[in-house]
């Protein structure tokens, strides 16, 4: 049952974070120079499994285990992260339980940093995968990964 709710609650996230009014999307900024972004960040996407090592602690001690955390993923909101950049696939997460700007180790994932916050009702251990690309996005779904943070 938890997990059916997360599954829905990830839905909502992607479905409200999906459609941007014209007016919150800077001024240089269009759908097409957008579009052709995530064309050349859509294989980044699609090696994101592909690529990922698995971490060996005794190997690499500068990276410390926080938890198992619940991960979604989001699109371009037009937005700019609460850092002030704009969000950057094979780069930005948000999570609202680590500062700004730490930078963590995703088992299957990769290295990212924490740019963005996520939405209020998210818990202490979920996190946000920015793809850009709202498919990528429906395509990851929810899922449970191990979390370091790099020292």
Not at 32 to 50: C, K, P
Not at 95 to 117: A, F, H, K, M, W
């Amino acid at each position: 049952m938890k997990e059916i709710l997360i599954q829905i609650m990830g839905v909502v996230l992607l479905i409200g974070t999906s459609v941007t009014p014209t007016w919150d999307m800077p001024k240089d900024a269009s759908c097409e120079a957008q579009n052709a972004v995530y064309a050349e960040e859509a294989e980044e996407i699609e090696e994101v499994d592909e690529n990922a090592d698995s971490v060996d602690e005794s190997a690499n001690e500068s990276l410390e285990y926080i938890g198992s955390f619940d991960m979604t993923a989001y699109e371009w909101t037009g937005n700019p992260c609460a850092n002030g950049n704009y969000p950057t696939v094979g780069y930005t997460v948000a999570c609202n339980s680590l500062p700004i700007g730490t930078q963590v180790y995703i088992e299957g994932v990769g290295y990212r940093v924490v740019e963005d916050r996520g939405a209020e009702w998210h818990s202490d251990y979920w996190m946000d995968l920015y793809l850009g690309d709202v498919d990528a996005c429906y395509e990851w779904g929810v899922r449970t990964v191990d979390v370091y943070i790099v020292r």
